[in-house]
């Protein structure tokens, strides 16, 4: 079983920043890919970023030079700092994460999703 707690959602006026946080948990062996995705209401859920365990990423062109995604694996916890906000990225953002569980099954599992909203 894997939990995935996000944190930092919230309103921020157009240009300012947010920074949000995963954190893994459960019966976690190690943790391959994790990553953002977002959906705004009536809309797809869209990839926004992705980092590998050792560090490699890949972003969505409409947030690259504004997003960065990071991970501590000692916390088990994924990072995206969001700077230059525009109101387009309003959506629900959820954090995702190719697991493997301590019974080296593999576990693709998602956040319950945290809300950011940017104010023109």
């Known amino acids: 079983q894997v939990q995935l707690v996000e944190s930092g959602g919230g309103l921020v006026q157009a240009g300012g920043s947010l920074r949000l946080s995963c954190a893994a948990s459960?019966?976690?062996?190690?943790?391959?890919?994790m990553g953002w995705y977002r959906q705004a209401p009536g809309k797809q859920r869209e990839f926004v970023a992705v980092?590998?365990?050792?560090?490699?990423?890949n972003y969505v062109d409409s947030v690259k030079g504004r997003f960065t995604i990071s991970r501590d694996n000692t916390k088990n916890t994924v990072y995206l700092q969001m700077n230059s906000l525009k109101p387009e990225d309003t959506a629900v953002y959820y954090c995702?994460?190719?697991?493997?569980?301590?019974?080296?099954?593999?576990?693709?599992?998602w956040g319950q999703g945290t809300l950011v909203t940017v104010s023109a």
């Open positions: 995702n994460a190719d697991t493997v569980l301590t019974t080296r099954a593999l576990l693709n599992a």
């Open positions: 459960g019966s976690i062996f190690s943790i391959n890919a």
């Open positions: 980092i590998s365990r050792t560090g490699s990423t």
